[in-house]
């Protein structure tokens, strides 16, 4: 028996992108294996990481409890999504460059959606607001520390619209700058995340 | 895992949609996907065909009135826990919200969704149940509105027929002088509680619904009972269990504290 496939046109960072699915494929799946946009991670596949979160019309969305089938009427932003389209990287990504938001990245696409989002509807959140932003996601690297400060950083940076950093050109280490230096005593970690 | 391969069926209207389901016994709705999707990766679930109800023009509607608030089937739970004029008619519905799972979920997730899904574990059957509000479904032989109190069956288990939709629920609105609370004990930020409780006051009349601590969410008439008995009393109508998240005697005594704790806010909340 072959299995039925559905025709759908998949929007994705602005692009339309036909494809032929089954009614079962998952739109992390879709997006990863169909369209080759692997920023997507995969982590539990049942709505718990986070990892796989995008953007559906704007808004965070759990792609590995969506079908792509279903995503079909929606504009969908991913990972790649976030980054300028000369290269350069967003306020979120950039903010976690400066604070070391990030050890493995298996996490990271995850967080960057959903603070995007979090931000453009509180682009001034207070410390317990940007707690609360990332509360859907889970890190076994971090600790968090970092990455709630990656918030605030890129709250900042998104007000200021400061000057956005080319990945392949990262910013110099000048001593006193680097945010891995600034750590609190609570953050003084040995890499276990909580 | 994958789900197991399925029909999918994406209809524009309520006829179709209720046509989709009626032509094939293992047939499901499929609304915000956050209870479904997970036992389908699982695959816990494995039903013939999924009728898709997201392109069904109309469902997402969220009204409030004197009489109470109405959810269609479609509204997210994040958009009614957004809403001013739901907060003020009935100020239970978005306390018990902002418990169900984390802002991602409640993004796709819907409310009438979780009402259907019937998880003794959720917040919005309990908060349904003891506001005495109720279902409107849609079948092949017409619509008809079916009681909270009807509704929950068994565990994961409400009284709609497989070939029927639930177009919205239906919350009463708070009375004048009655207050309400919300409280629960879950081991993480936005984990299904271990014991959640409800509480709704009016006058002499205390009544106090419960999650996690019995097959089907329960509410339990607490008028008259002095207030240091209140969740002794509670325990004789529920069933704490013993699960890898508690043991029944830690539920028990969630039960006490709780009672105790939504009792008293939701008479200091009295309007
Ligand atoms: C990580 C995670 C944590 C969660 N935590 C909580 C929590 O703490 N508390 C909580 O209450 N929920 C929690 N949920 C579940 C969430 O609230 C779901 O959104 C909700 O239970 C189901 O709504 P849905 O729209 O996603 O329904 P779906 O998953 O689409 O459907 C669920 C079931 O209901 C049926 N159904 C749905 N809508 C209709 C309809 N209109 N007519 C007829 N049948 C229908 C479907 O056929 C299916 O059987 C969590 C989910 C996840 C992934
Ligand atoms: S992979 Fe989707 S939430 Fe974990
Ligand atoms: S950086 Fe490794 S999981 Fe978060």
Redesign the interface.
């Known amino acids: 028996m072959t299995e039925e496939r559905h025709d759908v046109v998949l929007t994705v960072n602005g692009t339309a992108h036909p494809v032929r699915v089954p009614g079962r494929r998952l739109l992390s799946d879709a997006l990863r294996h169909d369209l080759g946009l692997t920023g997507t991670h995969v982590g539990c596949e049942h709505g718990v990481c986070g990892a796989c979160t995008v953007l559906v019309d704007g808004r965070p969305v759990r792609s590995c409890l969506m079908f792509a089938v279903s995503a079909q009427d929606s504009e969908i932003t991913t990972v790649e999504g976030l980054t300028g389209s000369d290269g350069s990287l967003g306020p979120v990504q950039q903010a976690f460059l400066e604070c070391h938001g990030l050890q493995c990245g298996f996490c990271t696409p995850g967080f960057l959606t959903t603070i995007t989002a979090g931000l453009r509807d509180n682009p001034s959140p207070t410390h317990e607001e940007a707690r609360d932003m990332v509360a859907g996601n889970l890190c076994r690297c971090t600790g968090y520390q970092n990455i709630v400060k990656a918030v605030e950083r890129a709250a900042e940076l998104a007000r200021d619209g400061a000057p956005r950093v080319h990945p392949a050109d990262p910013p110099e280490p000048e001593s006193g700058q680097l945010a891995y230096e600034e750590r609190d005593d609570d953050n003084a970690s040995t890499g276990l995340g909580g | 895992?994958?789900?197991?391969?399925?029909?999918?069926r994406?209809p524009g209207s309520l006829a179709d949609a209720v046509a989709a389901l009626a032509g094939d016994a293992g047939a499901k709705v499929?609304a915000g996907?956050?209870s479904l999707?997970?036992l389908?990766?699982?695959r816990l679930a494995a039903p013939s065909m999924?009728v898709?109800i997201?392109?069904i023009p109309g469902l997402d509607t969220i009204t409030a009135d004197d009489i109470g608030v109405t959810v269609g089937a479609l509204a997210r739970h994040?958009d009614v826990l957004a809403s001013d004029d739901v907060r003020r008619v009935q100020p239970l519905v978005p306390m018990a919200l902002s418990r169900v799972?984390?802002?991602?979920?409640r993004?796709?997730g819907t409310t009438v969704g979780s009402l259907v899904h019937a998880d003794a574990a959720a917040e919005m059957p309990v908060v349904l149940t003891l506001l005495g509000g109720s279902l409107e479904v849609v079948g092949p032989s017409g619509s008809r509105t079916v009681p909270a109190h009807e509704l929950y069956v068994g565990p994961l288990e409400c009284c709609l027929h497989h070939d029927e939709i639930a177009v919205s629920a239906f919350f009463p609105a708070l009375a004048p002088g009655a207050g309400v609370a919300f409280d629960e004990i879950a081991r993480r930020?936005?984990d299904y509680a271990l014991v959640g409780a409800a509480a709704l006051v009016d006058g002499d009349s205390v009544k106090v619904g419960y999650l996690s601590v019995a097959d089907v969410p329960t509410v339990v008439d607490l008028s008259g009972v002095p207030d240091d008995r209140l969740g002794d009393v509670a325990l004789e109508h529920l069933d704490p269990a013993d699960d890898v998240h508690a043991t029944a005697d830690y539920r028990a005594q969630l039960v006490r504290v709780l009672t105790a704790r939504v009792v008293r806010s939701a008479r200091e909340g009295t309007r």
């Open positions: 895992m994958k789900p197991a391969p399925f029909a999918y994406r499929l996907g956050q999707v997970p389908l990766s699982m999924l898709d997201n392109a994040a799972a984390h802002a991602t979920i993004n796709r930020h936005g």
